[in-house]
Structure formats: structure tokens, C-alpha cells
């Protein structure tokens, strides 16, 4: 019974805890929202020919002057928002998902090789870190950004601004990663099994990723999903910045700083509506990491 | 005078309420030490910090009376209950290295408690509390109060924090533990101040341990406790030593004399898996031995570690933790290696696994060299016929794997079975062996208790087919009767398969029933070596005397 | 305690180096500094001569000496977008990002730690929980986002607020100060709102699980055996243990502060090193950059030299030797 509820316990707490569940269904919902744009989307937002200028400025459908055909209005290009949303998520989500993971493999592989070896190699891993935190996630983007800027031709700058801003996301966020993997490994590496492991001779490799690493996936799934929240964000506020994606493959802070110009003129859907989106999946994702956080240490409970 | 009369609490879950103690009855008397006694999950805690009014939410006091004097400490409000406590009742904890605010002097947790509870002025109460200190034994007290916690040493400090328990003249005091973190002198010491406060200051004590030799020593009455209801009270000297209740009976034959040497512990046999399926392993364990007895020789073994850096210029001092150790164990024998912490024991057990690299000495196993720490490779023999058995049942298993991969990976690892099937056969039959359950195979660890664990701890270690066995205080986080399993399961291994074992315990009791030969460790040295009984009886190192000396234990006069 | 000190000094120095090398590697790989500082009619004899001058064909190790040696006599080069010395552009940039970044620290300071002591010390109250969940919302919502919606609320709709740049400066002593005028604190209200929401959440946080974890500790829960007044022993015993770990974040919250004014500047058109900053990315004028970056460190390893000794003040264990 007990062996039962503790094998359990999480679920029996996401089922009673409504607030993670209404999260966990939007976050669903949005997610497969962008997985299956291609499909669901009224238009293409990339593709000139599907939308049209006549289109340009309809308000959502509850407003006078509306086109039912565009449930939540359109911009001034005469895109739909709901089709350009579901793109700009799509686009926010691969960005942040591929850079998360870049993040988390660099950052545990690093983590908990300082923690296994200790000594020389986990100063030089966390004198990195020192210098990595002394430059702030935003900056640290930023600054690749501009390298790749004055790197690259110009030509290719567009088709790779992607894999750069991913990259720029990622290195911002490995710390986090790395701090958390060193951390939890220096307490797994006085537990007597790891101990045993080391003694009969098992590879090092084997110990960290076989012993170690299952042993400490709890405060690591909290930081991944914080940490995605943060790369959404990030993401967002370079777009913002004018800095990440340019107009014609808008991710949704590419949407927010269009939807800008129109903060003082009445279309204020163009600005707002997406910024409500940006802030539920966000809002969502956290309360995900919220409540991982509280399975994973009942003590705050 | 305390009476707690049917108490009851419970402690609210999502699955209905969970009664941690019930039906408790106990009167301590003024001047009164009384011992509360059992093992781990009998409730005792939780009558201490009921009574005090400091149940960890959210549990509750759901029946019975608890009466201070003629105060109902059940009808007082949150601010009641709080002034009274400190003023009436005040509590020791375990650990006096966490007990003590860490940021504030000595002077200002005693004064700040003084002035809470009367009002007096601050160089009024600086006085009392100087008067105290000297009293209970911290010399140059005027001085010695500017100083924070971290500046006085182990024992000093629950000194202090008796002290401060006192410093407002409660009438009972709830020592929780108060000893347990302590070593054998200084623990003596600590009991000592206890008598003495209950006598000449007339406080009462709730003595909250789970170690009968403690209770045996300074108790005057004993309340025998067991899965949260009262099993016996009485006397001390009745209860100990003719107790009525089986449970008491059972208990007090777990315990571990430390005047004599028994061959078997009478434990209630359990359920144990019929000792048949267990033949498998036995005879894979048996055809295994193709080497021979095997001992282990440590020649002037020392072991030193840097100590923090504290200054650019000077090297970090060094700690000596083990110091020119020259140690024999025979081929086939059990040697015992006791000390208190910090004298070295596990580092000893860290030296010959490899973990810890030795700076002088040699070390041989069988007959050949024992290469030190990280120049031994991964392939050597010895990683396979050391094993290792470990202190803490909770974290030596790795909770993320199955038993049945904790098992099987030893007989993988050496190469000692090519085939899936078979490993989980005799990973099964070796549970078997060990008494547990052959399809624990399927479960994983948090699903059994420390024994059992243990258990498979032992079965782990087996399956590596080893000839030497470091027992590193292997019963130190068991309770007693688990202990006594666990003691005669280790007893029963050795002499069917020879192996060699270094049996390490802070506990002289537990080394006198397991061990051939002993050797007592202080401060990385070793103070004396010999045959088991000549150390216990006529001990010739004045450390090992003092040691078997102020260990607590049942006067022999007791027992029927 | 005087090598506690001094072994962070070391690192401070490491860091600094490090970062100082960052911007050294900008200056030299990320495209080619003749060029930038050439124009097309420039002849490729004239190049070289320059090349030679700047001493570019030197051993890199000798390079990246001089190139530290100069920053370290405050010599940071020329911009490459506006031929000024960048000293001129940062230094004049640094008290708008500094006005800024401390306002809005203190600003997280003061509500901060409150909410969190608060929420800490009843962790089952209504309000309780309403705190959390807006302070949930509040680390969901980029800061450009509340900056656009505070522009909306108190600049566009009520208009009571200037949305953008700083308002009345008093110029003391080279510095461009907007605290001695109350248009300049109108200026400045919105941006270190913006700024310090996001740090306010993070300080809340912390302050909380902090301070849950020491109510548990058992030298609280001796104190309550104590009888210790509950006032003293939230503020006096669990608050103090408290800020020992809460300072160090806050040492390092300092460094996104900065970072984060970026977005707020750009958002409120603020005329601070941020502003500078982005400006500079867009034009690939890397001495700027590579500058904004020291100096950024600068700031961050300064703040966290401070707070160890902070450390050393609050905690005896630091200051005082063990006697056992």
C-alpha cells in the first residue's frame, strides 16, 4: 500500500492540485497548437501568396467591422492571428527546446564531471561558470549575436539566425545546469552506493551516467522547466530587441515588437494578443516547475 | 509533576488520520529521571514534543490529559503554551552542533532566554548566567560567554544548550537523544550533569533514548514504548531486569552484554524464505573458492589529509588520520576495530578499498602487495575479493535500480555468468540465503525496511565471491533487535564460508560478540590489539580502560 | 579570514582577466579592426603601415598585454561608429544604467524580503498564496512586456508619467545625476519599476525557501522550546540566518539588474550603457562591445567582493577562528 502510493505519489498530487492541471492542459494544448500548425492554420504566415492586404487590420470577432473567418482579427499585412501565433509558437518552441537541450547536455556532462572528479577539474569548470555568470544570460545572447554578426557574410547571416540564436540561448543557460548536476553530485557522491560502485571498479562514465545521474533527474527536471520558461523569454526579448528573428519568420516576440507600433493606434489585438499567449504559456510552464518543485522537495510544501 | 494520561495523537493524511501515539500514560515526579525507551517508529519523539507543545504540524493531540502541576497543558492558547515554555518545560536536542543559533554569541541566546521569562535587567541576568555556565562546568564562564557557538567543542557545547534548557529554572525538562551524538567520555560527563541537575535543582526529566545501557545508568523509572503504545513502565532495575512484557523480554535479549561473549542471539525466527532455495547460491559461493583463506596485513599505514587553507604563505596544516597503523588480520578471523569519530576507523576501510590513498606504509592482501588508491586499476583482483558492507542500509542501495539490477550487477561486472536467466537465479537464491524473500528481485529499495536492506547489502557483497568482508559499522543505524538478525546472519556467512572480516563499530558491546581478535583506534593510533577477551577483561592501554569503564551498561546484578 | 578575502580577490581578478580576454578576442577575430577603421580609398600599403603601428602583427600573447595594460590606464580605444574614445560614450552612459539599476534593486529589496518573510512565516494564509501566484505571473511576464504595459497604463491612458527618457538631470561633478529633481524621479519611476519586478519576484523566492528551510533548522525550534518571543526569533534568530545565503544571490541578481536595464532602456528609450550596448551590437561596433562587457563585469565582481565582506560581517564562523 505504502510501496504503492509512494510509486504514485505524483500523480496523486497532480491530480489534486488544480493548478498544475489547467497548466499542464494548456501547455498541451499549445504545444500541439504549434506542432500541428501546418495543419490547423488558416494561412501560412511565411507564404505571401495565402493572405492577402484586403485582409489588413480586421479586428477579433466580437468587434464591429469583423471577418468571422479571423477569429482573433488579423494584422496589418492581413495575416490571421491566430495562424500567426500558432507559427510564431512553433518557431519559439523549437528555439527553445533545441537550445534547452544543448544547455542540458553540456551543462549535466560538465556538472557531473566536476562533482565525480572534484579538485582541478571542477575549479576550471566552475571558474568558466564565474565568468559565464559575471555575463548574464541577456547579454551573453546578445553578445553572440553581435559575433555572429561581424562573423559571418551577410548572405548566410539570415539563413543561420536560427542555429544562432539557439546557440546564443543555450550557452546562456548551461550554467544553470551545471551548478544544479555539481551540486546534487557532490551529495550523491558521499552516498554509500556510489562508494560501493567506485570500489569494485566500475568505469567512471558508468558510474555517472548509470549511478549518479538517475539519482539526481529530480532537481534537474525542475531547472529544465524553468529553464524553458527563461528560453521562451529570452527569446522573446531578443526578437523584441530587434536582435533575434527578422518579420518574415516572426516568433512571438517577433509578433509583440510588430504589434508595438500599434500600442498608441486603436488595433490593439496586433500588440496584445500575442503578448496574453507569450504570458499563458509562460505562466503554464512555471507552475509546471512550480510544482515539480514541490514533489521533488516535500519540505516546502 | 507531569501526568499525561491517555494521550493520544494523530497526524492527518490525505488517506484518513494516522495515530502516531496512543493510550500513553506516564507521571514523572519532580527530581525524577525517566527513561522512554524503544525503537525507531515507537512514538517516543512525538510524547516529548506533545508534551511541549511542538508537534510537527499537522499533527495534533487527539485524546487524553497532559497536566504540568495543576496547569491543563491542554486548554492553554498558542501565546499561553509559549510563554510556558522555556518558563515550566524546556527541551534538549540531539545534536548539539545544530542546536545553537550559529550567529549569535553565547551571552545573547542565554541572556535573551533569561529576560524572556523574568524581568530582569541585562547585566542581572549576564550574572545568572555566568553563575550558570560555572555550575555546569565551563570554566573561565566570564570570558567564555562572548564566544559563539562554533568555538566550543562537541561536548561544551550541549553544555551550553543544557545550560540555556535550565537557565530559566523549568521543572521538566525533555531530553531528547541528548547523548547519541556524543562519544563515550563525553557522553558520561553529559549523564552525570543530568543526575546531578535532577537532584539538586528538583527538575524532572523525560529521557528520551533508544540505548538501555544509557537508561540502565541514570534512570529511575522506565517507560517501554513500541509502535506508539506503552508495552511496560516500571522501575528501572524491574524493568530491565525482569521485565514482564514479551516484547521487553525480546528487547532486552537483543541487547548486546559487553561482559561477555554470547554465540547466537535468541531472536524470534521470522518468516525467512525456506533455507533450501538458498542452495544454489550456497554451493556457487562454495565451488567459488579457489583461493584460499585470506588475510590482510596493514604495516605502518598512515593516512594524512590537508587541512583547510587558511593563509597565502603557510601550508594548510595537516590531519593525521591514521598514523603508523600495523594491523594483522588472520586468515579466516574476525578482527574488530572500535574508536570513537574521527579516530580513524572508516578511513582505515576507505585506505583498503582504494578510496582513500595512503601516504607511507604497505598494505597486503593474501600474499600479494595492495596497491594505494588511485595507482590501483579498475581490473585489479582485489576489487572483486574486498567487499564491502556499509553503515547506512538508506544509502547504500541505490533507490533508482531494481534489487534484481543491484544484485546482478556484481556477477556481470567480474564476469562470473554469462547468462541473464542464471544471474537472476542466483541473485534470487542468494536472497534466499540471507533470509529474504526471493522475489524482493522484482522491487526496489524503498520498498524494504533498514534490515532488509542490510540483508541485501550482505547479499550484494556476496555475489562478488569475496574472501575479505569490511564490516563498517553495519548495525549502527539498525535498531536493536534488527541488529541482532543482522549480527547472526553475519556470524552464520563467515563460518560457512570462511571469509575474512574487518568488523568496524563505535559500539564495544557489539565488537565483543563479533570479533577474535580487537584493536582499539584513537586519534588515527592504535592504543591496543589483542585477543578479543584479554582486551575486554584486562584491557592494558588506559584509553581502552576508560572506554569499557563509563560505556553504560545493565549492572550484572539485575539480570535474573 | 584575511585569505577568505584575499582568495576571492584572486578569483575577482581571474574573472576579470577572463572577460578582459573575451573582449580582447571581439576586438582582434570578429572581422578585421583595419578595415573597420579604414575607408575604402584607403590603400593596402597604408593598411599595412597601420596594421604595423597598432601593433596587430605583434605575438598575440604580447597583444592581448598591451591591450589589458591600456584598458587598465583607461585607455578603451575608439568607436568604430563614431570615432569618439569609448571611455567618453561608456563613462557618460554609466550614472543613467546605474540611477537605474540601483533604484530598481532597492525597490525589489524593500518589497522583496517583506513578502518573503511573510509568505515564509505562513505558508498556509490566503494571502499567502495570493502573493505567490502573482509573483508566479510576475517571473512569467518579460520585462519588456511590463514595461509596454506600464507605458500603456500610466503614460498613454492616464498619463500621468513620462515614457521615455530621463527628464530633468542636475549634472554633479561629471555625473548626470535624475535624483535631485522630481522630474527626473518621474522619469525614472516606470523604468525601475520595470526593471525591478522581475528581481523582486526572484529576491521574494529566495527569501522564502530560505527562510522555511532555517524555521526547520533545530536552533529555531530550540529557541521555541526556549520561549524565545516569536518576534525575536522570526527576526532576530530566522531572519538573520536567513540573508546569509539571500546576499550572495542578491550579489549576483546585481549582474542581471544590469543586463536586464538593456531591455528596460530600450523599452523606455533610456539614455544608459544598455541603450549604448544595443546600438553598438547593430552597427558591429565591437570596441563598444567588447568595453560594455568589462565594464559590466567590472560592476558584477565589485558587488560580489562587497557582499563577501558582508559575509564576513554577519557570520562569525568566518571572522572567528575555531578553537576545538
Known sequence: MIAFLKKYEGLWLFVHSPAAMIAALLAALILLGAVFAPWIALVDPYDLASFSLFDGLLPPAWEDGSNPKYLLGTDDQGRDMISSILYGARLSLVIGLSALTIAAVLGVGLGLAAGYYGGRFDAIVMRIADVQLALPAILTALLIDGIARGILPTAIQQDLRVAVLTLAIALSLWVNFARTARASTFVQMNKEYVQAAIMMGQHPLRVMFVHILPNILGPLLVIMTVDLASAILLEATLSFLGIGLPADSPSLGTLIRIGMQFLLSGEWWILWIPTVFLVVLVVSINILGDFLRDVFNPRLR | ?560 | ?324
Not at chain 2, 522475489?439 to 542490510?454: C, E, L, V
Not at chain 2, 572480516?501 to 583506534?521: G, K
Not at chain 3, 544571490?249 to 550596448?277: H, K
Request: charged letters at 20%; aromatic letters at 8%.
Open chain 2, 1 to 560: 509533576m507531569l501526568t499525561i494520561k491517555d494521550l493520544s495523537v494523530k497526524f492527518p493524511s490525505r488517506f484518513g488520520d494516522i495515530t502516531a501515539i496512543e493510550d500513553v500514560d506516564m507521571v514523572i515526579k519532580p527530581g525524577e529521571i525517566h527513561g522512554l525507551v524503544g525503537e525507531s517508529g515507537a512514538g517516543k519523539s512525538t510524547v516529548g514534543a506533545a508534551v511541549i507543545g511542538l508537534l510537527q504540524s499537522p499533527g495534533y493531540v487527539a485524546n487524553g490529559t497532559l497536566t504540568l502541576g495543576d496547569t491543563d497543558l491542554r486548554t492553554l492558547t498558542p501565546d499561553q503554551a509559549h510563554v510556558m515554555r522555556g518558563d515550566r518545560i524546556s527541551m534538549i536536542f540531539q545534536d548539539p552542533q545544530t542546536s545553537l543559533n550559529p550567529l549569535m554569541t553565547i551571552e545573547d541566546q542565554l541572556i535573551e532566554t533569561i529576560q524572556a521569562h523574568s524581568d530582569v535587567s541585562v547585566s542581572a541576568a549576564r550574572k545568572r548566567a555566568v553563575d550558570l555556565l560555572e555550575e555546569i562546568g565551563i570554566k573561565n564562564a566570564a570570558q567564555r560567554i562572548k564566544a559563539y557557538p562554533h568555538q566550543f567543542s562537541g561536548g561544551m557545547r550541549q553544555r551550553v544548550v543544557i545550560a540555556l534548557a535550565v537557565s530559566t529554572d523549568p521543572e521538566l525538562i525533555i531530553a531528547d537523544e541528548p547523548t547519541t551524538a556524543l562519544d563515550v567520555a563525553v557522553q558520561s560527563q553529559v549523564l552525570d550533569l543530568i543526575q546531578r541537575l535532577a537532584k539538586e535543582r528538583q527538575i524532572a526529566f523525560m529521557l528520551i533514548t533508544h540505548d538501555i545501557g544509557v537508561i540502565a545508568q541514570v534512570a529511575d523509572r522506565v517507560t517501554v514504548m513500541r509502535k506508539g503504545r506503552v508495552m511496560e513502565t516500571g522501575g528501572t532495575a524491574q524493568v530491565l531486569g525482569t521485565p514482564k512484557h514479551p516484547y521487553t523480554q525480546a528487547l532486552m535479549d537483543a541487547v548486546p552484554p559487553l561482559d561477555r561473549k554470547i554465540d547466537r542471539f535468541q531472536v524470534p525466527e521470522a518468516d525467512e524464505a525456506s533455507r533450501d532455495d538458498g542452495d544454489l547460491a550456497e554451493n556457487w559461493l562454495l565451488e567459488g573458492q579457489q583461493h584460499d583463506l585470506t588475510g590482510l596485513s596493514l604495516q605502518n599505514l598512515t593516512v594524512r589529509f590537508a587541512g583547510p587553507r587558511t593563509s597565502l604563505f603557510r601550508k594548510p596544516p595537516h590531519y593525521v588520520a591514521l598514523d603508523d597503523v600495523t594491523l594483522n588480520i588472520k586468515p579466516g578471523s574476525i578482527m574488530g576495530l572500535v574508536g570513537e569519530s574521527g579516530s580513524g576507523k572508516s578511513t582505515l576501510a576507505k585506505a583498503i578499498t582504494g578510496l582513500v590513498t595512503p601516504n607511507a606504509g604497505t598494505m597486503t592482501l593474501g600474499d600479494t602487495a595492495l596497491p594505494f588508491g588511485k595507482s590501483r586499476s579498475r581490473h585489479h583482483p582485489s576489487r572483486q575479493l574486498v567487499q564491502m558492507v556499509f553503515q547506512d542500509p538508506y544509502s547504500s542501495l541505490n533507490s533508482r535500480h531494481r534489487i534484481g539490477d543491484i544484485l546482478t550487477e556484481p556477477l556481470r561486472f567480474y564476469g562470473f555468468v554469462k547468462d541473464a536467466t542464471e544471474r537472476e537465479n542466483l541473485a534470487r537464491s542468494m536472497l534466499a540465503l540471507v533470509g529474504m524473500q526471493p522475489d524482493a528481485i522484482t522491487k526496489y529499495p524503498h520498498q524494504f525496511s533498514g534490515g532488509q536492506r542490510q540483508r541485501i547489502a550482505v547479499a550484494r557483497a556476496l555475489l562478488a565471491r569475496p574472501r575479505f568482508l569490511i564490516c563498517d559499522e553495519p548495525t549502527s543505524a539498525l535498531d536493536v533487535s534488527i541488529q541482532a538478525e543482522i549480527l547472526n546472519l553475519l556470524k552464520d556467512l563467515q563460518s560457512k564460508f570462511g571469509l575474512t572480516i574487518l568488523f568496524i563499530s563505535h559500539n564495544l558491546a557489539v565488537v565483543r560478540q563479533m570479533a577474535d581478535e580487537t584493536a582499539v583506534l584513537r586519534h588515527g593510533k592504535i592504543e591496543e590489539i589483542g585477543e578479543t577477551d584479554a582486551v575486554y577483561t584486562a584491557p592494558t592501554a588506559a584509553y581502552t580502560k576508560s572506554l569499557l569503564e563509563l560505556t553504560p551498561v545493565m549492572p550484572t546484578s539485575w539480570q535474573a
Open chain 3, 1 to 324: 579570514m584575511v585569505y577568505f578575502i584575499l582568495k576571492r580577490m584572486f578569483q575577482s581578478v581571474f574573472v576579470m582577466l577572463a572577460v578582459a580576454f573575451l573582449a580582447f578576442s571581439l576586438f582582434r577575430f570578429v572581422g578585421d579592426p583595419i578595415t573597420q577603421m579604414t575607408g575604402v580609398e584607403t590603400s593596402v600599403a597604408d593598411q599595412e603601415r597601420l596594421r604595423e603601428e597598432l601593433g596587430l602583427n605583434d605575438p598575440f600573447v604580447y597583444q592581448f598585454a598591451r591591450f589589458t595594460g591600456d584598458m587598465l590606464k583607461g585607455d578603451f580605444g575608439f568607436s568604430y561608429r563614431t570615432r569618439q574614445p569609448v571611455a567618453d560614450m561608456i563613462s557618460s552612459r554609466i550614472p543613467a544604467t546605474l540611477e537605474l539599476g540601483v533604484v530598481a534593486l532597492i525597490i525589489s529589496l524593500l518589497v522583496g524580503v517583506p513578502a518573503g518573510v511573510y509568505t515564509a512565516l505562513k505558508p498556509r494564509g490566503v494571502l499567502t498564496q495570493a502573493i505567490l501566484m502573482t509573483t508566479l505571473v510576475g517571473v512569467s511576464i518579460p520585462t519588456f512586456v511590463i514595461g509596454i504595459m506600464l507605458i500603456f497604463i500610466f503614460g498613454v491612458q492616464l498619463g500621468w508619467l513620462p515614457t521615455f527618457g530621463r527628464g530633468g538631470t542636475v549634472q554633479i561633478g561629471g555625473w548626470e545625476s535624475s535624483l535631485f529633481m522630481i522630474d527626473g524621479w518621474r522619469a525614472l519611476l516606470l523604468p525601475a519599476i520595470t526593471l525591478g519586478v522581475y528581481q523582486l519576484t526572484l529576491t521574494m523566492r529566495l527569501v522564502r525557501a530560505e527562510m522555511m528551510e532555517v524555521m526547520r533548522t533545530d536552533y529555531i525550534r530550540f529557541a521555541m522550546a526556549r520561549g524565545v518571543p516569536m518576534r525575536r526569533l522570526h527576526y532576530k534568530h530566522a531572519l538573520a540566518n536567513t540573508m546569509v545565503p539571500v546576499i550572495t544571490i542578491i550579489g549576483l541578481q546585481f549582474g542581471g539588474v544590469i543586463a536586464f536595464s538593456i531591455v528596460t532602456e530600450s523599452v523606455f528609450q533610456w539614455p544608459g550603457m544598455g541603450l549604448l550596448f544595443l546600438e553598438s551590437i547593430r552597427f558591429v561596433d565591437i570596441p563598444v562591445m567588447g568595453v560594455y562587457l568589462v565594464v559590466i563585469a567590472f560592476f558584477f565582481v565589485l558587488v560580489n567582493l562587497i557582499v563577501d565582506l558582508l559575509y564576513v560581517a554577519i557570520d562569525p564562523r568566518l571572522r572567528i577562528k575555531d578553537v576545538s
